[in-house]
């Protein structure tokens, strides 16, 4: 058994997805009817995030978890001032709309033009924990439109090899890009530990 610790429902249902499709035999569990409180994170680091979550839930629960984090991050920028290190304070309060004036401002006030996806993975199993990162490379779009979408960032986000934004993308295209850059290491990090698994 595999429990997937994310509160968020989209995300769990993505990572079952993809773990389903890869790993069959595999049985996935969810938190959400758990009581019990998530560990404080330190939100803009993604590989302290995963550990502190996997390692909590697994000495809570006493079963194998499997966590995902992710940040954006430009390039030519400083640490302090990237939005993944203080996208909360940022953001709060703000509307959809208002928070999307506010970042093209940012980006066009810092002249960004690209940046990457930071995904980090943890898997606690038989008392270790396992990681594995990747690096997405994007653009900024150059014809950006306000979609409301849960993440106001994919409106600007332009992943290489795809001509239109995260927000933009259907259901397949979105597939398609999640298969090229994440699947694949998503396999990478549990294949080693299948037998744990089953």
């Known amino acids: 058994m595999l429990l997937i610790a994310t509160t968020n429902k989209n995300k769990f249902n993505r990572l079952k997805k993809v773990i389903e499709y890869t790993f069959p035999n595999i049985k996935i ?8 409180t998530p560990p404080v994170e330190n939100r803009n680091d993604e590989l ?15 079963i194998n978890v499997f966590v ?22 940022y953001s709060y309060g703000l509307s959809p709309k208002k928070l999307f004036k506010k970042i093209s401002f940012f980006l066009k006030n810092n002249e960004i033009h690209k940046g990457y996806l930071k995904y980090v993975f943890a898997l606690a ?13 994007f653009l900024i779009s150059s014809d950006v439109k306000f979609i409301s979408d849960t993440n106001i960032l994919n409106n600007f986000i332009l992943p290489r090899g795809f001509n239109i934004p995260i927000s933009q993308m259907t259901k397949k295209e979105l597939e398609r890009y999640r298969d090229k850059y ?17």
């Open 68 to 89: 995902e984090d992710n940040g954006i991050y430009f390039y030519n920028i400083e640490p302090n001032k990237q939005l993944a290190a203080n996208f909360k304070d």
């Open 182 to 198: 994440i699947s694949n290491s998503i396999k990478e990090l549990i294949e080693p530990h299948i037998n744990d698994l089953v």
């Open 29 to 36: 569990a969810h938190i959400f009817d758990k009581k019990i």
């Open 125 to 137: 199993c038989n008392k270790r924990t396992y990681t594995k990162c990747i690096d997405v490379p």
């Open 48 to 62: 302290k995030n995963v550990l502190i979550k996997a390692k909590f839930y697994y000495s809570q629960l006493q």
